[in-house]
């Protein structure tokens, strides 16, 4: 029957072979040919010649054609990318089915028989929807209502207290808690109050510029509220550096505007505040939203280089008190200054520096570095050697030997008297009073900065603490938005500086110990014990001791950097070492807000330049197999089709990166590859691209900018008569199938027998149409 056909090729390609009409099934007759039409979806083949089932080194055309029944590969998705023939992967966009769109009788019969009780199923769903809905089943979400079926299926009971549970952790962790873990909880509160306390009075007083006690309210509202909320047990929430000297920038603002003076401790706590609120309220809005994923828009060498840029300033701006220049700096107007300024007035003011203030801030940070490192060597061999505090014996045994020795009478400033600034401890102030405008528009871009960086190191602390220690909490980085949020606004109340999670006295507190949210509550009423009855004894702390704990943060900050530098310097990679360099270099030259502003633009360009280009691909068949790869990676070991250009599109088609389709196909059509320059003449014949089969299997997604010039490039095509195919096309009831469908995509391609299930039944089509066949008589 073959060689009687008058329509053959008379030179058909090496790579695809002629198909003649007695290679398929008989076809039903009196089919409709539009989408419009009905039976457009509900065509069926009769049974073709049996065959063996097709294989990796079956031939293209080796076997039978029949577009709609294939013999499974085997059992369940098939997942093996885009080779061919694949007939199971994925569903039919035709049946709606997995891999065939016709049904043999036996399988007909046996669909048959559970279909009575389908429907007594759907009866009682559908009389299960007309009942009236209570207040409690109108707040419940589509996910809710998915597992309250789930439930009923496997006999799980479905109430309010399961979905409680989830979203108030401590309802899971209350009930399991026992006094096992009460010892290990306490011992690590106490370790981790006498390690970083101190270092929240220094954040306070040096960095934030705030009365140091409002340091001290971050150890006492954000612990708790995260207890109570958060879903990482081992995580301590508390003021960190980059917040704390974002908070100081702000203030500094203020008083250089005219604000209330330097010493205006009052309005400066007040600005805390509002900062606090303000980051608390966007993480709140941010995990409300779902909007756990923005902890990934930041890159990481922005981050890495906005640390080690804050590290910089941070170690700067430390070198001044710890000289005992601080008054000189305040006369000469360098506080509010840069890096820059600030190290060439050191330098030129050596000579006047305070001997005893530098002995007693040098003494301090050796003695505290080296400290650190000794328990870095020893811990593997003693983990008992990180249960001792060793920053808070250096503040006592300062603050003693001050005392002892009266060096506040030889020159060596001291903390003084630590209160609130209004004079009464816990002063409520709501954040958000409209007398506080001015305030917050000031503040609202450092608190969003504040806010996306302290969500960046809960996130990362939390990710490397590891699994929870009940079964019942889960991870989830939007709930840990709604904690993070709730714990901020609830300090900003009370004018605290922002407390995010640190991975540093999170890791202390667990290897302390520290097994549960226990130690946190811990850690709070430890806290306001502290302020209750201990500030009287910090009266003789010396600020050199606070500015050192800093310069140990500092240089935390910084130490990771180089690692960084040499490792993107063995990849090559230039544009992350620009992008460290031009904030690093921008942040010491000019501001810190410069440098913030900068390095978030430079962010988002790159993710918004990832995200708008189109990752179209074209394939090539690896000689001697019906495997299909990418051209533009392999080229010298592929072999291209003649007459096709088969294009995989592995993504997504959004507004978002749609822009550039059709300047990237062009380029495919003209080059062969999309990394030609457009300046060249055509390298690829005219009828090269007689046949164009899309691999859409990676397009999960379609909206409307997406149809409309997926529509338009298919239109284009049709006009100049190029034929257009469509692989792997998820389901006619999926949205994509729906939008191609609804845009008029599939009627344009030449209709639904254009839609096929893998690029090998493309390939046969395209060569019986070439050939004159019919395909459907």
């Not at 949020?485 to 006295?505: K, T, W």
């Amino acid at each position: 029957m073959a060689a009687g056909n008058p329509h053959a090729p008379t030179n058909p390609s090496g790579l695809r072979q002629s198909i003649t009409a007695g290679s398929y099934g008989s076809i039903e007759s009196g089919l409709s040919s539009s989408p419009d039409q009905p039976g457009y979806f509900d065509r069926r083949h009769s049974a073709g010649p049996s065959r063996a089932n097709p294989t990796e080194a079956t031939s293209l055309l080796d076997s039978a054609l029949d577009f709609r029944e294939h013999e499974h590969v085997h059992d369940g998705p098939c997942d093996h990318g885009t080779f061919s023939p694949r007939p199971t992967s994925p569903r039919s966009f035709l049946g709606g089915g997995s891999g065939s769109g016709r049904d043999s009788p036996a399988q007909s019969e046996s669909e048959a028989e559970p279909a009575t009780g389908a429907s007594v199923a759907e009866g009682q769903n559908e009389q299960r929807r007309r009942r009236p809905k209570t207040w409690a089943a109108r707040m419940r979400s589509k996910k809710m209502s998915t597992s309250r079926d789930l439930a009923e299926q496997h006999g799980i009971r479905d109430n309010a207290l399961m979905y409680m549970s989830y979203y108030l952790p401590v309802l899971v962790w209350a009930k399991e808690y026992n006094w096992s873990y009460f010892k290990g909880d306490f011992v690590a509160a106490l370790t981790v109050a006498g390690m970083y306390v101190p270092m929240a009075l220094s954040l306070a007083d040096n960095l934030a510029h705030v009365p140091p006690i409002n340091g001290l309210y971050s150890f006492v509202f954000n612990p708790l509220i995260y207890a109570l909320l958060g879903s990482c047990p081992a995580m301590i929430i508390g003021p960190e550096a980059a917040g704390s000297l974002l908070v100081g920038t702000v203030i500094k603002g203020s008083v250089d505007k005219g604000e209330g003076g330097d010493n205006d401790a009052i309005l400066h706590a007040r600005i805390c505040g509002i900062i606090s609120g303000l980051a608390g309220a966007m993480v709140l809005v941010a995990g409300v939203a779902r909007l756990g994923f923005l902890d990934s828009v930041l890159s990481r060498p922005f981050l890495r280089g906005f640390i080690s840029a804050i590290g910089a300033v941070i170690a700067v701006d430390q070198l001044i008190p710890e000289l005992g220049l601080q008054k000189l700096a305040e006369q000469a107007h360098v506080g509010h200054a840069s890096s820059v300024d600030k190290l060439r007035f050191i330098f030129a003011n050596l000579d006047k520096a305070h001997t005893l203030t530098f002995t007693v801030a040098a003494t301090s940070f050796v003695v505290i570095m080296v400290c650190r490192e000794i328990k870095r060597r020893l811990q593997p061999r003693y983990p008992g050697v990180a249960y001792i505090p060793d920053r808070f014996l250096v503040v006592v045994l300062s603050a003693f030997l001050t005392y002892y020795f009266e060096w506040d009478k030889a020159g060596v400033a001291v903390l003084g008297k630590v209160e609130a600034a209004s004079g009464h401890s816990f002063t409520f102030r709501w954040p958000f009073k409209w007398s506080n405008m001015v305030y917050i528009r000031e503040a609202t871009s450092t608190a969003f900065l504040i806010a996306l960086l302290g969500f960046f190191e809960s996130s990362v602390a939390a990710k490397s603490l590891g699994g929870a220690s009940f079964a019942g909490i889960q991870l989830s980085p939007n709930r840990e938005l709604v904690a993070l949020g709730v714990a901020n606004i609830v300090g900003g109340c009370f004018m605290s500086l922002p407390g995010f999670g640190g991975y540093g006295r999170s890791k202390v507190n667990r290897s302390t110990g520290g097994r549960t949210p226990m130690s946190s509550i811990i850690l709070s009423g430890l806290t306001l014990l502290c302020i209750s009855f201990c500030l009287p004894y910090l009266y003789y702390l010396p600020k050199p001791v606070l500015s050192s704990l800093i310069s140990v943060v500092a240089w935390s900050l910084i130490e990771e950097c180089p690692h960084d530098i040499s490792f993107f310097l063995k990849i090559h990679a230039w544009n992350e070492l620009g992008l460290m360099l031009t904030i690093l270099l921008t942040t010491i030259f000019f501001s810190l807000t410069l440098g913030m502003a900068i390095g978030v633009f430079l962010s988002l360009l790159q993710v918004i330049r990832h995200a708008t280009r189109p990752r179209i691909q074209i394939l090539g068949r690896i000689p001697g197999t019906n495997r299909f790869e990418n051209a533009e990676a392999n080229p010298d070991r592929l072999e291209f089709i003649e007459g096709c250009l088969i294009v995989k599109i592995p993504e997504p088609l959004t507004f978002a990166n749609t822009g550039e389709l059709k300047t990237r196909l062009r380029r495919l059509e003209l080059y062969g590859t999309s990394m030609a320059h457009p300046a060249l003449p055509r390298l690829r014949r005219e009828d090269s691209n007689r046949n164009i089969i899309f691999d859409i299997h990676g397009v999960t997604g379609l909206d409307g900018s997406g149809a409309q010039v997926l529509e338009e490039i298919v239109r284009d095509y049709r006009q100049r008569g190029v034929r257009i195919f469509f692989s792997r096309v998820p389901s006619r009831d999926s949205k994509v199938g729906k939008a191609l469908i609804r845009s008029g995509i599939v009627e344009l391609a030449g209709g639904e027998d254009h839609f096929v299930n893998d690029v090998s039944e493309a390939l046969k089509l395209s060569e019986v149409e070439e050939g004159g066949e019919a395909v459907f008589n």
